[in-house]
Nanobody, 124 residues
Framework: QVQLVESGGGSVQAGGSLRLSCAAS????????MGWFRQAPGKEREGVAT???????TYADSVKGRFTISQDNDKNTLYLQMNSLKPEDTARYYC??????????????????RGQGTQVTVSS
């Protein structure tokens, strides 16, 4: 079992920045991939970014060049740095983890472990 707890959400104006954090605990030794997905009311879940155990990353086209995913293995913490935020980035953001070795960004929302999410609201 893996427990994930997100933090760092909030309200910002368009063009602003936020950094989300996700603290992982439990059986994290075999986690192969972690990532972030988001979901806005009335919209489908959208994969945002993933990072493998070796540090390789993938991003959704909608956030490329604006968001950066990273991890601190010593602290068992995942991050999502979000810059140049847009109103369409407004959503609840979830951290997720999987033991599977096939983990494209489009599948982040189906990972076996996820947190409770943190709300991000971007105003115009």
């Amino acid at each position: 079992q893996v427990q994930l707890v997100e933090s760092g959400g909030g309200s910002v104006q368009a063009g602003g920045s936020l950094r989300l954090s996700c603290a992982a605990s439990g059986y994290t030794y075999s986690v192969y991939c972690m990532g972030w997905f988001r979901q806005a009311p009335g919209k489908e879940r959208e994969g945002v970014a993933t990072i493998n155990y070796d540090g390789s990353t993938t991003y959704a086209d909608s956030v490329k060049g604006r968001f950066t995913i990273s991890q601190d293995n010593d602290k068992n913490t995942l991050y999502l740095q979000m810059n140049s935020l847009k109103p369409e980035d407004t959503a609840r953001y979830y951290c997720a983890a999987t033991y599977q070795t096939f983990c494209p960004v489009a599948r982040v929302g189906t990972f076996g472990y996820r947190g409770q999410g943190t709300q991000v609201t971007v105003s115009s």
